[in-house]
């Protein structure tokens, strides 16, 4: 989807058409929760797979009609090494960060899957270093304005994942709210930064990259401070509010950096710099919700002689401040990054 609207996007409105394809891909966290809690409280789980595939079925229609192949395309061998590589290396990671909230009580299934992802991404390096024809770009990373971009985008992303996981556990466990209700209370907030996505992305065509990423993460900084400072206390109104300037600031943030970070690169490469922002897109997934879950779970499985509830409160608060300091990072790396390009 976005090598198409960077394909085929007027120069004019790419700010704008890549912050409605983040609207799209935002949909998903903003429907999501509440759509799965109606499904569980009435359905059962099982039936959220039954009630997506017509969806899916619609959506595979939909692009069957509408997607047009514009330029010719360019026939190549597909690099079989470096697919099995990076295959190996993002397995390998992501059984890892899924296994980190046992780490203390099996070790193994976290160290083992992690070494075998560290051998797999090395090779990939290595292999796409002396191939011909690589699998993906990975060139792209040496531009230190790109590669910065893309690293603060992977932590807000982080960020915007752990959120999703630790917030509905709260609110069912902590406060005894229902999965229904757990979903409807994030959704403003997801929903106002679906909305925003675009709009961030209007302001950007019109006065540059740098007002609307560090107004949005300075908001972002502000909302995960506020979670950090009452973390052990939130009630259903407070998580609403955070979470409703938390939004906004992801709104103004996410598309934006996609879209100024592949500013920085030549028009050619463009395919390969939007496939590292989708890889690193997925990957946060992992991370995010293995590094939340693991902050909150060690809290829930401790000595300490609190209830469960108040233990789940206090490994949630620890897990705000890890994804605050994740932000802050994103932060600097984004205010040093458009400096630069400013100056330049």
């Known amino acids: 989807m976005f090598n198409i609207i960077l394909e085929q996007a007027p120069t004019s409105k790419i700010g704008l058409l890549m912050g409605i394809g983040t609207l799209i891909t935002a949909i998903a966290p903003a429907i999501g929760p509440t759509f799965g809690g109606l499904v569980v409280s009435s359905l059962g789980w099982r039936s959220i797979f039954l009630l997506l595939l017509p969806v899916v079925i619609f959506a595979l229609i939909i692009g069957a009609i509408s997607i047009k192949q514009i330029t010719p395309p360019t026939h190549t061998k597909l690099n079989l090494g470096g697919l099995v590589l990076i295959a190996i290396a993002f397995v390998g990671l992501i059984f890892a960060f899924t296994n980190l909230s046992a780490v203390q009580t099996d070790p193994l299934n976290f160290a083992l899957p992690l070494i075998i992802g560290i051998i797999g991404l090395f090779g990939f390096v290595m292999q796409t270093k002396h191939s011909k024809n690589p699998l993906i770009d990975i060139g792209v990373l040496s531009n230190k304005k790109y590669a910065a971009h893309l690293s603060a985008f992977f932590l807000v992303q982080i960020g915007a994942l752990g959120m999703s996981f630790i917030l509905p556990n709260y609110i069912q466990l902590v406060d005894h709210k229902t999965a229904l209700i757990a979903g409807l209370i994030v959704l403003p907030g997801a929903l106002l930064g679906a909305v925003f996505a675009p709009l961030g992305g209007s302001i950007l065509d019109k006065f540059g990259a740098r007002k609307p990423i560090m107004i949005g993460i300075v908001i972002q900084i502000f909302a995960m401070a506020l979670y950090s400072i009452f973390g052990r206390n939130l009630n259903s109104t407070l998580i609403m509010v955070f979470y409703l300037l938390f939004m906004l600031g992801m709104g103004l943030v996410m598309g ?63 897990a705000f401040i890890v994804l605050l300091i994740f932000i802050l990072i994103a932060a600097i790396l984004l205010n040093s990054a458009l400096k630069y390009i400013e100056k330049s």
């Open 256 to 318: 934006n950096t996609m879209t100024n970070g592949l500013k920085q690169l030549p028009t050619e490469k463009n395919a390969d710099g939007n496939g590292w922002f989708n890889t690193v897109q997925q990957f946060a997934g992992a991370v995010g919700t293995s590094v939340a879950s693991t902050i909150v779970s060690l809290s829930q499985s401790s000595s300490l002689s609190e209830n469960y509830a108040t233990k789940t409160a206090i490994g949630s608060q620890n």
